[in-house]
């Protein structure tokens, strides 16, 4: 199973194939590893697994581990990679094998033994939250315009954001754009055309080889209520961009994002039509003081995309189409998600519990403790023996299937 990117790749689609295959009789089983601050874990084609780790601080450092997919221990360590303001950044393993690295300021180039082989200081001194790659290989990143833990930026004092694109081979910068909005979610991208989420807006722009151009004529415009707040990341399938809003207060997560919202308007699933730019929208469950920081997910074969609002702690699924509620729990899910398409298995949180459910009914197939205590608010990865890996702030969980 190769996950070179987080998400499974810049559509952000969280999509595994094949299943975890959960029957009568099967439990799932807990190793886990303590490594602060654990992001993501990424595999590239050969089967090697690798985990990026940061410190803590404006004067953060960053790391990649090679681990062993089944104790976590390390077995190959980067040196310290420099970094800066810390925001959760990103990793990605190139075709050739090549390690990339973004987090802080900065970007790094890994050879397969995990040195550097080039690094570029990114143009603003702000974090730049991860990267998507183009269909040609080139790298493209942008500064987090929200608040951090340590500094609070006011939606009045938010600035336009700055694509920037990288060239795989030695991180040379060959293009910049400057879009009209402040931009906290990460980038998705589909082929050369890339998707910003902004403050207010979500944007599209097109990557000719050279530089980046705005499609000026799709803005779609998804903040419409008093009270609501900006979206995450977006996942481009179904033909549309998919993604949920009231984001702001997720730098107040203090091991869980529940009771942390601001937004006043309740929480939605936002979709965004890619042909027309139309825009609809359903609540997650209702409630004011809502709050996410990550994305949904589709499942186009059963016709149903769940999203879920981790400040008041619901996970729902709705209809493709109508957007109707098919199903709605309690429950405490934060991260990204996985969605094995072969089973209708996704992948959840429930705090500090691991939770699978049936996509297409939301029946719980099999729960356990992933070991760390707090919510996990960051990325999971497949593995490649009916088991998948979740990261937190305090470390790396291996869970599998036994029977």
Same mark, same amino acid.
């Given at each position: 199973?190769?996950?070179?990117?987080?998400?499974?790749?810049?559509?952000?689609?969280?999509?595994?194939?094949?299943?975890?295959?959960?029957?009568?009789?099967?439990?799932?089983?807990?190793?886990?590893?303590?490594?602060?601050?654990?992001?993501?874990?990424?595999?590239?084609?050969?089967? !090697?697994?690798? $985990?990026?780790?940061?410190?803590?601080?404006?004067?953060? @450092?960053?790391?990649?581990?090679? @681990?062993?997919?089944?104790? $976590?221990?390390?077995?190959?360590?980067?040196?310290?990679?420099?970094?800066?303001?810390?925001?959760?950044?990103?990793?990605?393993?190139?075709?050739?094998?090549?390690?990339?690295?973004?987090?802080?300021?900065?970007?790094?180039?890994?050879?397969?033994?995990?040195?550097?082989?080039?690094?570029?200081?990114?143009? &603003?001194?702000?974090?730049?939250?991860?990267?998507?790659?183009?269909?040609?290989?080139?790298?493209?990143?942008?500064?987090? *315009?929200?608040?951090?833990?340590?500094?609070?930026?006011?939606?009045? %004092?938010?600035?336009?954001?700055?694509?920037?694109?990288?060239?795989?081979?030695?991180?040379? @910068?060959?293009?910049?754009?400057?879009?009209?909005?402040?931009?906290?979610?990460?980038?998705?991208?589909?082929?050369?055309?890339?998707?910003?989420?902004?403050?207010?807006?979500?944007?599209?722009?097109?990557?000719?080889?050279?530089?980046?151009?705005?499609?000026?004529?799709?803005?779609? &415009?998804?903040?419409?209520?008093?009270?609501?707040?900006?979206?995450? #990341?977006?996942?481009?399938?179904?033909?549309?961009?998919?993604?949920?809003?009231?984001?702001?207060?997720?730098?107040?997560?203090?091991?869980?994002? &529940?009771?942390? *919202?601001?937004?006043?308007?309740?929480?939605?699933?936002? &979709?965004?039509?890619?042909?027309?730019?139309?825009?609809?929208?359903?609540?997650?469950?209702?409630?004011?003081?809502?709050?996410?920081?990550?994305?949904?997910?589709?499942?186009?074969?059963?016709?149903?995309?769940?999203?879920?609002?981790?400040?008041?702690?619901?996970?729902?699924?709705?209809?493709?189409?109508?957007? %109707?509620?098919?199903?709605?729990?309690?429950?405490?899910?934060?991260?990204?998600?996985?969605?094995?398409?072969?089973?209708?298995?996704?992948?959840? *949180?429930?705090?500090?519990?691991?939770?699978?459910?049936?996509?297409?009914?939301?029946?719980?197939? !099999?729960?356990? #403790?992933?070991?760390?205590?707090?919510?996990?608010?960051?990325?999971?990865?497949?593995?490649?023996?009916?088991?998948?890996?979740?990261?937190?702030?305090?470390?790396?969980?291996?869970?599998?299937?036994?029977?």
């Amino acid at each position: 199973m190769s996950w070179r990117y987080e998400d499974g790749g810049p559509q952000r689609r969280q999509l595994v194939h094949g299943g975890l295959h959960l029957g009568p009789g099967d439990h799932l089983e807990v190793t886990t590893r303590v490594a602060p601050a654990a992001t993501m874990v990424g595999t590239d084609e050969a089967g !090697a697994f690798y $985990l990026l780790r940061h410190t803590a601080g404006d004067g953060a @450092i960053a790391l990649v581990e090679r @681990i062993d997919p089944v104790t $976590l221990e390390p077995l190959a360590q980067s040196p310290e990679l420099a970094a800066g303001p810390v925001w959760p950044g990103g990793l990605g393993v190139a075709p050739d094998g090549a390690v990339h690295v973004v987090f802080g300021s900065h970007a790094h180039r890994l050879d397969a033994d995990l040195q550097p082989t080039h690094t570029a200081r990114l143009p &603003r001194d702000r974090p730049y939250n991860s990267f998507v790659t183009l269909a040609d290989g080139h790298l493209v990143t942008k500064d987090f *315009g929200g608040s951090l833990p340590t500094h609070h930026v006011s939606a009045a %004092d938010r600035q336009p954001c700055e694509l920037v694109v990288l060239a795989p081979d030695d991180l040379t @910068i060959v293009a910049r754009h400057v879009v009209p909005e402040a931009s906290i979610a990460r980038l998705s991208a589909d082929g050369d055309t890339v998707y910003v989420v902004g403050d207010t807006h979500l944007f599209r722009l097109h990557w000719d080889g050279a530089g980046l151009t705005r499609d000026e004529a799709f803005t779609a &415009r998804y903040r419409t209520l008093e009270g609501q707040t900006y979206g995450w #990341d977006c996942v481009l399938a179904a033909g549309a961009a998919w993604f949920l809003d009231d984001g702001e207060g997720s730098e107040h997560y203090t091991g869980t994002l &529940r009771g942390h *919202g601001v937004s006043t308007a309740p929480l939605h699933l936002v &979709r965004v039509d890619l042909a027309t730019a139309e825009v609809a929208t359903v609540e997650v469950c209702g409630l004011p003081g809502g709050l996410v920081a990550n994305p949904p997910v589709v499942d186009e074969a059963r016709g149903v995309v769940v999203g879920y609002d981790s400040g008041n702690g619901v996970l729902a699924g709705f209809d493709l189409d109508t957007l %109707d509620v098919r199903w709605r729990h309690d429950q405490d899910h934060g991260g990204h998600l996985l969605l094995y398409t072969a089973t209708g298995e996704v992948v959840t *949180g429930d705090h500090a519990d691991v939770v699978v459910r049936d996509v297409a009914t939301g029946d719980e197939l !099999a729960r356990v #403790d992933a070991g760390m205590g707090i919510q996990s608010v960051l990325f999971p990865c497949p593995g490649d023996q009916r088991d998948f890996y979740v990261c937190t702030f305090l470390g790396v969980s291996r869970v599998a299937v036994t029977s």
